[in-house]
């Protein structure tokens, strides 16, 4: 029943496709074309034009260059009629069918398939047919996606390797260790514990010339994933649930204990004196006239061009009262000289003593870290038994206040032993001057926090453009350093 007689000099376009979702029910293209040339002889046509894509679901929404060529040929009158092996082959999700009969719509352009016969889809049967075969495709795709997922999960129950990309630091397979990658993730795990960034490790191995697991460089983020991901203790995660893998763990259980709790002390940390900023003395830095925080601005020089300077604000953004507005000093030469002042302070033989009190304090530290988080977590609970009715008001606010100070004393505790702790990270052998060049602006600020309690700049008196400093007209006598230790 193909309706309609054709002269022998209609126009036919072909369309085949195959489908990766479709892999054993479906054909090869070749195998489709044959078909449809056969069905357009029967029919009484020439072929004056074949399309295909090869490969490409028309589920997934993916462009498919061959179908969009075809709806072309049909806009334009190219063609008079279309032929497919099936009409799943052209469509798959009735929204396509949509768009498809609007386009044969004008030109009346008929489409016939081997398999499930004419689609006059100028009429309302036809269209109505073409609509209920899409209907059960998309019926069909979406149990098969369903198929695909309870695989998924029986897979992950079974603790196996997700498939997919490979994992860093494991062969393809996601079972077997390469000892080569494994020491890089063991690496920058321990240098995360030990005080460097994401960002500083990344940089670091792209400077070194190891490769990510798709041979290319690192950004802070995927050094990051590969340190923190389960797959590293053993742990399959699927759909946020973990479950027991079959695959060999790249670390320790230690470490990947330490690792969360350096993870837990940069948020602890974070958004008290901010270790993340750009400059190093952001935030130490005070008018000497007035004692305000000095804030940077860009600040014109002579010559035209701007550098950064420490300013003493007389408003703010707000235009309220800040400071005397009188003090203003180029940024560079003050940074040089507050680091030049450390280096020699670090130097002296009373800080090294202090600095070898606090050395393999990490036990302690980590025993902190334990009761920070347990008071969090007690401080929670409170707020829980509070609004379950289980505690009264009374006793939820006396219990507040306690675990609320034990809290903030174990908060304190904490920063002074973590700051104390960076200069613990000085590795041996290594100068003091040696560790700074290497670390990064948040060691570096660690540093400052742990011995700087602020620095004081004065106005500049007369005579102050002659002195040099560095290379630059700065009198450091203008500058006072008031240290912690
Ligand atoms: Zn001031």
Request: aromatic share 8%; glycine share 8%.
């Amino acid at each position: 029943m193909h309706g309609t007689e054709y002269m022998q000099d209609t126009r036919f376009a072909i369309y085949s496709r195959i489908s990766r979702d479709r892999v054993g029910a479906g054909l090869g293209v070749e195998r489709q074309q044959e078909d449809c040339e056969k069905l357009v002889a029967q029919l009484g046509g020439q072929i004056v034009a074949t399309f295909s894509d090869n490969d490409i679901s028309a589920y997934s929404g993916k462009p498919r260059p061959g179908y969009e060529a075809l709806l072309r040929v049909i806009k334009n009158g190219d063609v008079d009629a279309v032929a497919v092996w099936h009409q799943d082959r052209l469509l798959r999700r009735t929204i396509d069918l949509e768009h498809y009969i609007d386009v044969c719509q004008p030109t009346k352009t008929p489409t016939h398939t081997v398999m499930a016969g004419f689609f006059d889809l100028t009429t309302p049967a036809g269209r109505a047919t073409a609509k209920t075969l899409a209907a059960w495709a998309s019926y069909e795709v979406e149990t098969s996606t369903d198929r695909v997922k309870s695989a998924k999960l029986q897979a992950a129950k079974a603790g196996k390797p997700s498939g997919g990309n490979r994992a860093y630091g494991y062969e393809q397979n996601g079972m077997v260790i390469i000892p080569e990658e494994a020491a890089v993730v063991r690496e920058a795990i321990d240098r995360f514990v030990a005080g460097d960034s994401w960002r500083t490790i990344a940089l670091d191995f792209n400077e070194r010339g190891i490769p990510t697991a798709k041979g290319k460089l690192w950004a802070a983020i995927n050094v990051r994933n590969v340190a923190v991901r389960p797959r590293n203790i053993s742990i399959r995660v699927h759909n946020d649930n973990e479950y027991p893998a079959v695959w060999p763990s790249l670390i320790s259980m230690e470490t990947w204990e330490d690792l969360h709790l350096a993870i837990k002390r940069g948020q602890a940390l974070h958004g008290q004196r901010s270790y993340t900023r750009k400059h190093l003395l952001k935030g130490f830095v005070h008018c000497g006239l007035c004692d305000t925080r000095m804030n940077i601005i860009n600040a014109q020089q002579r010559d035209g061009s701007y550098s950064p300077a420490f300013n003493c604000r007389k408003k703010d953004h707000r235009g309220q009262d800040v400071g005397c507005g009188r003090v203003k000093r180029k940024k560079e030469p003050v940074e040089a000289l507050v680091i030049d002042c450390l280096m020699y302070r670090l130097d002296t033989p009373d800080l090294t003593a202090m600095l070898a009190k606090d050395k393999g304090d990490s036990g302690k530290l980590k025993e902190l870290m334990r009761d920070h988080e347990a008071q969090s977590l007690r401080l929670q609970e409170i707020l829980n038994l509070y609004s379950t009715g289980e505690m009264t008001f009374s006793e939820y606010k006396s219990a507040k206040t306690a675990a609320s100070a034990r809290l903030d004393a174990l908060g304190r505790e904490l920063d002074q032993k973590t700051s104390r702790n960076t200069i613990g990270l000085i590795p041996a052998g290594q100068t003091v001057r040696e560790a700074w060049d290497k670390a990064d602006i948040q060691w570096r600020r660690q540093l400052v926090d742990t011995l700087i309690e602020k620095v004081l700049i004065y106005p500049k008196q007369l005579g102050d453009q002659k002195v040099i400093y560095k290379g630059f007209k700065f009198n450091p006598d203008r500058v006072e350093i008031r240290w912690k230790a």
